[in-house]
């Protein structure tokens, strides 16, 4: 079985300010990793995801995050955060070969940015 | 359009009268599956399907139920609701295989409240 945490429920950040959101997994066996986006009122969309390669995976609107296998870690990151940034964001885990199926989700981070 | 559509966005029922959601994809997706999003809690999964016919149970299956007569449609149905029911409610889909398209798509949610 797989569990992920989201260390912080909620983060507040100034407009063009970085961000960092900070996800953590546990898991008996290999997983894949993947980052969603919920804007308000709105469904959960994919922001980026690592299966395997290069430990560092850009995604849309500028994200990207660092697969730390050692930490089991897969922190997101923003070097400056736009107002449309504003929403939550959730981290998942699946087993290894397992696509995009079985998707383990932690709480989620809610990004607020303050103009 | 790849999509997932539910139906309906939002409803407000009454304790005890059956209703079902609705839910369809138009990517020919083997995998589908229902999560409910609670505040602090992230999704949680409901109940999933393989494939057309084969359902199994998620982290909360009590006081739902689903069925999978045909591959693009997944309904939710709630014979039942009780106001615990209460809850904004995804569905998704996906493809399986290893190293398929490991995307999962998220309908646009429907809101629910049981009083």
């Known amino acids: 079985a797989q569990s992920v945490t989201q260390l912080d429920s909620q983060v507040p950040v100034f407009e063009e300010a970085p961000v960092e959101l900070r996800c953590n997994y546990s898991s008996s066996v290999s997983v894949y990793l993947f980052w969603y986006v919920q804007y308000p009122n709105q469904g959960l969309q994919l922001l980026l995801k690592y299966l395997s390669g290069s430990t560092l995976v850009k995604g849309i609107n500028g994200f990207e995050a660092e697969f730390n296998k050692s930490q089991t870690s897969f922190h997101l990151r923003k070097p400056s955060v736009h107002i449309s940034d504003t929403a939550e964001y959730f981290c998942a885990v699946s087993p290894f070969g397992a696509g995009s199926y079985q998707l383990t989700f932690g709480k989620g981070t809610k990004l607020s940015v303050i103009p | 359009e790849a999509q997932v559509t539910q139906n309906p966005r939002y409803l407000i029922t009454v304790t005890g009268k059956k209703l079902t959601v609705t839910c369809s994809q138009n990517m020919n997706h083997e995998y589908m599956s229902w999560y409910r999003q609670d505040p602090g809690l992230g999704l949680r999964q409901i109940y999933y399907s393989m494939n057309v016919e084969v359902t199994d149970k998620g982290d909360v299956p009590e006081g739902y139920k689903v069925s999978r007569k045909e591959k693009r449609n997944f309904p939710l149905i709630l014979e039942s609701p009780s106001p615990n029911q209460t809850s904004l409610y995804f569905c998704?889909?996906?493809?399986?295989?290893?190293?398929?398209?490991?995307?999962?798509?998220f309908g646009q949610g429907t809101r629910l409240t049981v009083v």
């Open positions: 998704a889909s996906s493809s399986i295989g290893l190293y398929s398209n490991t995307e999962a798509f």
